[in-house]
């Protein structure tokens, strides 16, 4: 089992980003997927989820308009678009799997890192 | 959002002790809370699910219990592997949501 974001960088406040998390080693689309994120020496933050089939999808109320999951089956591949950067979107933004009744994130990528400044 | 609240933000502890880590939930959340371990520089670790459930691989020395809004992680018979920072996580519904973490020096 293997994912892997990619995407992060250094950003502008008030531009678009789009993360992508390229997976491999199981049946992407049996899993629900997640976003993840920690700012620099802060805790974990829960972002967003999308059902296998993309049919629902939920985001943390901190994000909520700003940030817009979504996947691609055919490539096993999931996304993270934000928009409208700011500074406290700085951190690592880890993509992870769950799957129903089944360990909840039992694995993760490595993380790409975000960096919102001007 | 339910909120968790986890204690102590900080432990400190030494080689073969046992500390218990807990975790209270603003509301009922049944069962479905789950402890990852995250060393430096690293992704988190699944330890346990569903309370109580030890993830393949996970030493046996950690264990978890509580039910509905008080949960607790016990390591018993710390090592110097286990410096790393705890955090829970309630699945029973969305938004999920982490706990503040508990950072535990051996």
């Known amino acids: 089992v293997q994912l892997v974001e990619s995407g992060g960088g250094l950003v502008q406040p008030g531009r678009s980003l789009r993360l992508s998390c390229v997976t491999s080693?199981?049946?992407?689309?049996?899993?629900?997927m997640h976003w993840v994120r920690q700012a620099p020496g802060k805790g974990l933050e829960w972002l967003s989820f999308i059902l296998p089939d993309g049919s629902d999808l939920d985001y943390a109320d901190s994000v909520k308009g700003r940030f817009t999951i979504s996947r691609d089956n055919f490539r096993k591949t999931l996304y993270l678009e934000i928009r409208d950067l700011r500074v406290e979107d700085t951190a690592v933004y880890y993509c992870t799997r769950d799957h129903y009744g089944g360990p909840p994130f039992d694995y993760w990528g490595q993380g790409t890192l975000v960096i919102v400044s001007s | 959002a339910i909120q968790m609240t986890q204690s102590p933000s900080s432990l400190s502890a030494s080689v073969g002790d046992r500390v218990t880590i807990t975790c209270r939930a603003s509301q009922d959340i049944r069962n479905d809370l789950a402890w990852y371990q995250q060393k430096p520089g690293r992704a988190p670790n699944l330890l346990i699910y569903?309370?109580?459930t030890l993830q393949s691989g996970v030493p046996s020395r950690f264990s978890g219990g509580g039910s509905g809004t008080d949960f607790t992680l016990t390591i018993s018979g710390l090592q110097p592997e286990d410096l790393a920072t705890y955090y829970c996580?309630?699945?029973?519904?969305?938004?999920?949501?982490f706990g503040q973490g508990t950072k535990l020096e051996i």
């Open positions: 569903s309370k109580s």
């Open positions: 996580l309630q699945e029973f519904t969305f938004p999920h949501t």
């Open positions: 080693g199981f049946t992407f689309m049996n899993y629900d």
